[in-house]
T-cell receptor, first 114, second 113 residues
Framework: AQTVTQSQPEMSVQEAETVTLSCTYD???????LFWYKQPPSRQMILVIR??????QNATENRFSVNFQKAAKSFSLKISDSQLGDTAMYFC???????????FGKGTKLSVKP | DAGVTQSPTHLIKTRGQQVTLRCSPK?????VSWYQQALGQGPQFIFQ???????QRGNFPDRFSGHQFPNYSSELNVNALLLGDSALYLC????????????FGPGTRLTVT
């Protein structure tokens, strides 16, 4: 069975600085996708960034980038130039195949301080 | 372009009662997945509907059932409610033959007393 582990329950960062959230996963599959979702206090789950396992190049979306290490089964999220609006729960998620279900980690609560 | 919508926003029920939650997918999406998110936890997959049939199911008892309508909207039904069913219920939609990202609605907060 696939599992997703986020080892940092809480993190904080100063505004404008950089922070990295960790995620590891366990799977024997080859065709899978990885995601980072953000859930602010308003509770709407928002897709931040995605990575296809078959792509070697790390995904980037504006201030958000990932470090995808397939052999190590590691998928960390780097947030550059942190903003107050980045304060939220961040969930790492795994999907096997293109129409499977999402398997989530327990989340990391990120606080951005002014 | 309307995103995923869910109703109601909040719901309070008593143990043993039955509840129905509703979801309308994002325009152009044909697949609906339901997740249960307990307080302080990540979402857990309940089931997924495509072409009006349950395509996948997570580790949830038969008290949890669903339906998808021809317009792709979906319902989640929970019978014989338990205190442990108190959670945020999230609906996510996607397009079966397109991009695989799932887009989430704002959720329904269910409290069982």
């Amino acid at each position: 069975a696939q599992t997703v582990t986020q080892s940092q329950p809480e993190m904080s960062v100063q505004e404008a600085e950089t922070v990295t959230l960790s995620c590891t996963y366990d799977t024997s599959e080859n065709n899978y996708y990885l995601f980072w979702y953000k859930q602010p206090p308003s509770r709407q789950m928002i897709l931040v960034i995605r990575q296809e396992a078959y792509k070697q190049q790390n995904a980037t979306e504006n201030r958000f980038s990932v470090n995808f290490q397939k052999a190590a089964k590691s998928f960390s999220l780097k947030i550059s130039d942190s903003q107050l609006g980045d304060t939220a729960m961040y969930f790492c998620a795994f999907m096997w195949g293109s129409q499977g279900n999402l398997i989530f980690g327990k989340g990391t609560k990120l606080s951005v301080k002014p | 372009d309307a995103g995923v919508t869910q109703s109601p926003t909040h719901l309070i029920k008593t143990r043993g009662q039955q509840v129905t939650l509703r979801c309308s997918p994002k325009s152009g999406h044909d697949t609906v997945s339901w997740y249960q998110q307990a307080l302080g936890q990540g979402p857990q997959f309940i089931f997924q509907y495509y072409e009006e049939e349950e395509r996948q199911r997570g580790n949830f008892p038969d008290r949890f059932s669903g339906h998808q309508f021809p317009n792709y909207s979906s319902e989640l039904n929970v019978n014989a409610l338990l205190l442990g069913d108190s959670a945020l219920y999230l609906c996510a939609s996607s397009f079966d033959r397109g991009a695989y990202e799932q887009y989430f609605g704002p959720g329904t907060r269910l409290t069982v007393t």
